[in-house]
């Protein structure tokens, strides 16, 4: 049994040594892009610097995409840099995709401005993967997220929205209820979801506002009524009450709106003259 595991250890050492061989000077492209994947598998952060010339260096779209994955793998930071120069300059979208996740796993405040930057790629892939990996670092991200708030271009404020929602600081909650008022229906979505997710109830009266807006968008007034929800906040009831009465017929909006009463009613039935202890409380 001792012979079998010093085999094995003795073949893996051997197999690293090859596989570094093969990413190095292998006239594959599959042999480089598979040795790659391998050596981010392995664990080993003498891979890193073999790994980092491929990424810059190769020439196969590929084999730098599965290079920026072994990087992120490995989450040694000696990294950081070249994956921020690749996300910032790989030609390939596929590359800058995977080096965008690996900068999420590596973290730190370094890697938020380029993320925050690649936000407003042309591919929105990239951009998605962006915010992913700023929503997984999270709070150091915050400031430069509320920033991108004002951006010119919608899809970055629809990203930054919903990353800051994700991320759950509540600093981003008064700008966020700003966006209430963006011209872009879908940074509304996001917006009523995320003060939902951001638990303040600062938001109550501003979301109050656009479930009752007759002329606001209905799948904006059901977020935002779901967001009442969330937040449990008592001052909800009797908008909510009323816009279910008032509704010849229950569609999404009133379908949400009567969800969200109950959950208030169920979270302070204590305070409430005349409510009864009751897991789903009557509406009337």
Same mark, same amino acid.
């Given at each position: 049994?001792?012979?079998?595991?010093?085999?094995?250890?003795?073949?893996?050492?051997?197999?690293?040594?090859?596989?570094?061989?093969?990413?190095?000077?292998?006239?594959?492209?599959?042999?480089?892009?598979?040795?790659?994947?391998?050596?981010?598998? *392995?664990?080993?952060?003498?891979?890193?610097?073999?790994?980092?010339?491929?990424?810059?260096?190769?020439?196969?779209?590929?084999?730098?995409?599965?290079?920026?994955?072994?990087?992120?793998?490995?989450?040694?930071?000696?990294? /950081?840099?070249?994956?921020?120069?690749?996300? !910032?300059?790989?030609?390939?979208?596929?590359?800058?995709? !995977? +080096?965008?996740?690996? #900068?999420?796993?590596?973290?730190?405040?370094?890697?938020?401005?380029?993320?925050?930057?690649?936000?407003?790629?042309?591919?929105?892939?990239?951009?998605?993967?962006? /915010?992913?990996? &700023?929503?997984?670092?999270?709070?150091?991200?915050?400031?430069?997220?509320?920033?991108?708030?004002?951006?010119?271009?919608?899809?970055?404020?629809?990203? +930054?929205?919903?990353?800051?929602?994700?991320?759950?600081?509540?600093?981003?909650?008064?700008?966020?209820?700003? *966006?209430?008022?963006?011209?872009?229906?879908?940074?509304?979505?996001?917006?009523?979801?995320?003060?939902?997710?951001?638990?303040?109830?600062?938001?109550?009266? +501003?979301?109050?506002?656009?479930?009752?807006?007759?002329?606001?968008?209905?799948?904006? !007034?059901?977020?935002?009524?779901?967001?009442?929800?969330?937040?449990?906040?008592?001052?909800? #009831?009797?908008?909510?009450?009323?816009?279910?009465?008032?509704?010849?017929?229950?569609?999404?909006?009133?379908?949400?709106? &009567?969800?969200?009463?109950?959950? =208030? *009613?169920?979270?302070?039935?204590?305070? =409430?003259?005349? +409510?009864?202890?009751?897991?789903?409380?009557?509406?009337?």
């Amino acid at each position: 049994m001792t012979i079998s595991v010093n085999n094995r250890k003795k073949q893996a050492k051997k197999s690293f040594e090859e596989l570094i061989k093969d990413l190095q000077t292998s006239n594959s492209e599959k042999v480089r892009y598979n040795a790659a994947r391998v050596l981010g598998e *392995m664990g080993d952060f003498n891979a890193v610097k073999p790994l980092i010339d491929v990424l810059k260096y190769d020439k196969n779209g590929s084999v730098r995409l599965y290079a920026a994955r072994a990087l992120g793998e490995l989450g040694n930071t000696d990294a /950081t840099v070249p994956l921020i120069e690749s996300l !910032r300059e790989d030609r390939n979208v596929d590359v800058r995709v !995977r +080096a965008a996740r690996a #900068l999420g796993r590596l973290g730190g405040a370094i890697v938020v401005e380029p993320l925050v930057e690649a936000l407003n790629d042309e591919n929105p892939q990239v951009c998605i993967t962006a /915010t992913d990996a &700023l929503i997984e670092i999270g709070d150091v991200a915050t400031d430069a997220l509320i920033e991108s708030l004002d951006h010119e271009k919608v899809n970055v404020r629809c990203d +930054a929205t919903r990353a800051l929602g994700e991320i759950g600081n509540k600093k981003a909650v008064e700008k966020i209820i700003k *966006m209430l008022k963006d011209e872009w229906v879908n940074v509304r979505i996001y917006a009523v979801t995320s003060l939902g997710k951001l638990g303040d109830v600062q938001a109550v009266p +501003a979301l109050i506002e656009v479930m009752e807006n007759k002329e606001e968008n209905d799948l904006v !007034r059901a977020g935002a009524a779901a967001a009442l929800g969330v937040l449990r906040d008592q001052r909800a #009831l009797l908008p909510l009450r009323k816009l279910i009465i008032e509704a010849e017929e229950l569609g999404e909006l009133e379908d949400t709106a &009567l969800k969200s009463f109950k959950k =208030i *009613m169920a979270a302070n039935w204590e305070s =409430i003259p005349g +409510a009864a202890p009751v897991k789903k409380p009557a509406l009337f």
